[in-house]
């Protein structure tokens, strides 16, 4: 299993922007790489935001366009978040994991959800990224995120809407991915889980204001 090799880097050491902090991941030749892009998306949004929102790793359009939540996932959080009163700008949104992970299908990419080695291995990266922007609050979007921020499996439909102790003590949100939404097949199911999925937002909007 990878195991994140950084963990007990000295604080003088640590990165102190975000550029630096991008810069240094690229450079990184023990990077899961197989079933990977090699392109690194980082995040996007303010150097310091009052909320962090964290999915699980950039999909295909993502990839292409190099920014993070800009495919179908990105458009329905989008959505969300405006009925939440949340400003997207003023937000930093990421990844758990920094590349897209897939496998080719003919002419398509499909999506593989990364393991936990692979979420490990992007932790210490995630951290740095927090200590930087330095949320209120920070958002895990699915079980992935969670993970990462929590540091242990869980149960996303038991502990959404609740506000957890991250692994450094910061307070996470656990809400569902916006993809688990879109592949909801009934419009009435879809728009039951799109209501609760608002209201989270609108938790983390409660939390900061
Ligand atoms: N899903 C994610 O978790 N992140 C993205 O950036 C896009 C889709």
Same mark, same amino acid.
């Given at each position: 299993m990878l195991i &994140?090799?950084?963990r007990d880097e =000295?604080? !003088?050491? +640590? =990165?102190?922007?975000?550029?630096? +902090?991008? $810069?240094? *991941? /690229?450079?990184q030749t023990d990077a899961p790489r197989e079933k990977f892009s090699e392109? %690194?998306?980082?995040?996007?949004? =303010? &150097?310091?935001? &009052?909320?962090m929102i964290i999915g699980e790793q950039p999909g295909d359009q993502e990839d292409l366009q190099g920014k993070p939540f800009v495919g179908p996932a990105g458009q *329905? *959080? &989008?959505? !969300? %978040? /405006?009925?939440?009163?949340i400003d997207r700008q003023q937000t930093f949104l990421t990844n758990a994991v920094k590349r897209f992970k897939y496998s080719q299908r003919g002419k398509r990419r499909i999506h593989e959800t990364p393991n936990v080695g692979e979420i490990n291995y992007y932790r210490w990266w995630v951290e740095q990224e @927090?200590?930087?922007?330095? =949320?209120? %609050?920070v958002v895990a979007l699915g079980a992935?995120?969670?993970?990462?921020?929590?540091?242990? $499996?869980?149960? @996303?439909?038991?502990?959404?809407? /609740?506000i957890l102790p991250g692994a450094d003590g910061?307070?996470?949100?656990?809400t569902v991915h916006p993809s688990f939404l879109l592949r909801i097949p009934d419009k009435q199911g879809r728009q039951v889980e799109y209501a609760k999925f608002v209201r989270d937002l609108q938790l983390a909007k409660d939390f900061v204001r």
């Open positions: &994140d090799s950084r =000295p604080a !003088a050491n +640590l =990165p102190t922007s975000l550029d630096q +902090l991008y $810069a240094l *991941l /690229e450079q392109r %690194l998306i980082r995040g996007t949004g =303010p &150097d310091h935001a &009052d909320i *329905l *959080l &989008d959505r !969300a %978040l /405006e009925q939440a009163h @927090i200590r930087l922007v330095n =949320p209120r %609050l992935t995120a969670a993970r990462c921020l929590t540091g242990k $499996a869980v149960t @996303i439909s038991r502990h959404r809407g /609740e910061r307070s996470v949100l656990i």
